[in-house]
């Protein structure tokens, strides 16, 4: 499985990117997908995924609102829509497939992960 993020950019505070994932190796109807995002000096955290069992998705509560995560199967491509960007939401944002999508499993527990795209929220 080989992912890879892409979207990632600098854009100023209530701004907008899309992040996207593609890969190969893996079929989206067969996989949970998960975003996650570290910042400088902090542990990696889920901000958000989508279960192939229910689809259920869940977010952070400190994105709840304003990201939203999709996929396109027949792309084989999933994204991540963030707005209303705050520096706060800084960070390397990561990719990754096949891991719990649960409400209580927010670590980074994903078997296979991307290598990150850089977004940066500042005035």
């Known amino acids: 499985v080989q992912l890879q993020a892409s979207g990632g950019g600098s854009v100023q505070p209530g701004g907008s990117l899309r992040l996207s994932c593609s890969g190969s190796g893996f079929t989206l109807d067969d996989v949970n997908i998960g975003w996650f995002r570290q910042a400088p000096g902090k542990e990696r955290e889920r901000v958000s995924c989508l279960s192939i069992h229910d689809g259920m998705t869940y977010y952070a509560d400190s994105v709840k609102g304003r990201f939203t995560i999709s996929r396109d199967n027949a792309k084989n491509t999933f994204y991540l829509q963030t707005n209303s960007l705050k520096p706060e939401d800084t960070a390397v944002y990561y990719c990754?497939?096949?891991?719990?999508?649960?409400?209580?499993?927010?670590?980074?527990?994903?078997?296979?992960w991307g290598r990150g795209t850089l977004v940066t929220v500042s005035s």
């Open positions: 990754a497939t096949d891991g719990p999508c649960l409400l209580g499993v927010i670590g980074p527990v994903f078997d296979y």
